[in-house]
């Protein structure tokens, strides 16, 4: 897969448009539309911190073309949502946003999803802050209009967590202050092993390492009540989930994703740990075709209803107990029920 340049990118592969959200906020938004004869399902993406939908341009067209509608939008305070000084909504800003907006985003797209393409399957995925919203949604909103849930390196806790004096003053003064900026920087050469991709990302201009207090005391404070609050045990038993994250992520942990993914109790999940693999596993030489895969098998069998989804199960399940042995990093690395 090419890479292309990230800001502005354009393509016959999705249609852009500027569509009026919650809060009368307007938001910048992509639709990549399967071909009629292999429409399938649909597929919510919610990008991550200091991201925008122009990241995904080289992922989202091999869903679609997969048979996978996707829709996706830049957040709520990034991206051209706050950034473009012609169309974003006058009270936007970068940085300013919430958890409780975010949840009320989230819940937006998946309406808007399911009017566009009426009658699929409906998914949510999301990576790194995405990832956590997703897991949110899951737990806070019990997934609804959802038939599964993607988080792809979510972050549930940071891999080297933020100085704890830091973490109390930001969340006391985010109250009187919540749109205050403040830096908030991850190492570009921890995205990816892709050393162009990461270069073409220092110099985004849609891509800015600042958040506001409310916005950044909410994504680590939720992402971190998932397994202090126990909000697992919330998760629906018929909601599926699919997690993905890579074991040499320096920026959200590995470890503290597998622990709630241990935690969710559901008829159907299942997880795959790459080995070595840094935080954005999409922009990753080794394993952005595996996780595509990885996605597109997971919507496939969790489109299915009834017996149809039984069988399929059973297939998956009798294909990994006959398959051989995975290299030992790799057989570490997936859990029981996901074992190739």
């Given amino acids: ?27 910048y938004t992509r639709t990549y539309t399967a071909s009629p004869e292999t429409s399938k399902a649909a597929l919510v993406w919610i990008h991550g911190f200091a991201e925008h939908v122009g990241r995904y341009t080289e992922a989202h067209p091999v869903l679609a073309a997969a048979g996978i509608n996707v829709f996706a939008f830049d957040q709520r305070g990034f991206g051209k949502t706050a950034l473009d000084p012609e169309n974003k909504s006058r009270t936007s800003a970068y940085g300013k946003t919430s958890g409780r907006n975010q ?21 949510l995925a999301g990576h790194s802050m995405g990832g956590m919203e997703v897991l949110n949604y899951a737990t806070r909103h019990k997934g609804e209009g959802t038939r599964g849930i993607i988080a792809c390196s979510p972050l549930v806790a940071q891999t080297i967590p933020a100085s ?70 919330r998760w629906p038993k018929n909601l599926p989930l699919l997690l993905l994250h890579g074991t040499g ?48 098998d997971y919507v496939n069998l969790c489109s299915l209803e009834g017996e149809a989804f039984v069988e399929a199960r059973k297939a998956v399940d009798g294909d990994a107990a006959s398959a051989p042995t995975a290299p030992a990093a790799e057989a570490e690395a997936v859990a029981p029920e996901a074992k190739l």
């Avoid at 999705?14 to 009368?24: F, R, S």
């Avoid at 009320?104 to 998914?123: I, N, Q």
Wanted: aromatic share 10%.
């Fill in 1 to 27: 897969m090419p890479l292309h340049k990230i800001e502005d990118m354009q393509s016959d592969a999705y249609t852009e448009a500027w569509l009026v959200g919650p809060h009368e906020t307007k938001f």
């Fill in 103 to 123: 949840m009320e985003d989230v819940k937006w797209a998946l309406s808007h999803a399911k009017e566009t393409f009426p009658g699929l399957p409906l998914f």
């Fill in 164 to 233: 704890k004096l830091l973490r109390a003053a930001g969340g006391l003064f985010a109250l009187p202050l919540p749109n205050f900026m403040m830096p908030a920087e991850v190492e570009y050469d921890d995205l990816s092993h892709d050393e162009a991709y990461n270069n073409m990302c220092k110099v985004d201009k849609l891509s800015i390492q600042q958040g506001t207090l409310r916005g950044l005391s909410d994504m680590l404070n939720w992402g971190e009540e998932l397994l202090k609050d126990q909000l697992y045990l």
């Fill in 249 to 296: 992520d320096q920026v959200t942990s590995c470890k503290k994703s597998a622990l709630f993914y241990e935690h969710v109790t559901t008829d159907y999940k299942r997880t795959v740990e790459f080995p070595n693999g840094f935080h954005e596993l999409l922009h990753e030489p080794e394993h952005r075709e595996r996780m595509l895969k990885e996605i597109i």
